[in-house]
């Protein structure tokens, strides 16, 4: 039976990753909507979701349907976000919808960021052993019906 603590985290997870399944509906990637916010103290310090960089047109994927190489991921634009405040990651909680892939698990951990709670496995699970084996704690949830 889990503690009081316990589930009161489960319960602050599943709040977390439906605000970031919500918040992935403002990407305008055809292939993968993606979102991430990052939880410090309880309070949501930035947010991202997965686009093309400020100033450029919103389409994500070439006439083939295959991404753009300068595309950003949302656990990217989110670390980017918070490091253009005068808050930082540094002991945060990463809520993202898709695992990240091996470039943003470096930008992660070098961050600061000690948990990290996602939805759904990325197709190369490489990235989440990286962080495991590096402490940071992660967690797979599912959001209940």
């Not at 977390?16 to 919500?22: D, I, N, T, V």
Request: with cysteine; aromatic share 8%.
């Amino acid at each position: 039976m889990p503690t009081a603590e316990e589930q009161k985290q489960l319960r602050y997870d599943i709040a977390y990753l439906r605000m970031a399944k919500e918040w992935a509906k403002l990407s305008h990637c055809n292939r993968k909507q993606v979102a991430a916010l990052l939880v410090k103290n309880g309070v949501i310090i930035s947010d991202g979701y997965n686009g093309t960089p400020s100033g450029f047109p919103n389409a994500c994927e070439n006439d083939d349907g295959e991404t753009h190489w300068y595309v950003l991921h949302a656990e990217a634009n989110a670390i980017l976000k918070v490091a253009k405040s005068t808050n930082n990651a540094h002991g945060s909680t990463l809520y993202i919808t898709l695992s990240p892939c091996k470039d943003c698990c470096k930008l992660i951990l070098q961050s600061g960021i000690t948990r990290m709670v996602y939805l759904n496995a990325y197709k190369d699970t490489t990235a989440i052993d990286f962080l495991r084996n590096s402490g940071v704690e992660v967690v797979q949830r599912e959001l209940p019906e």
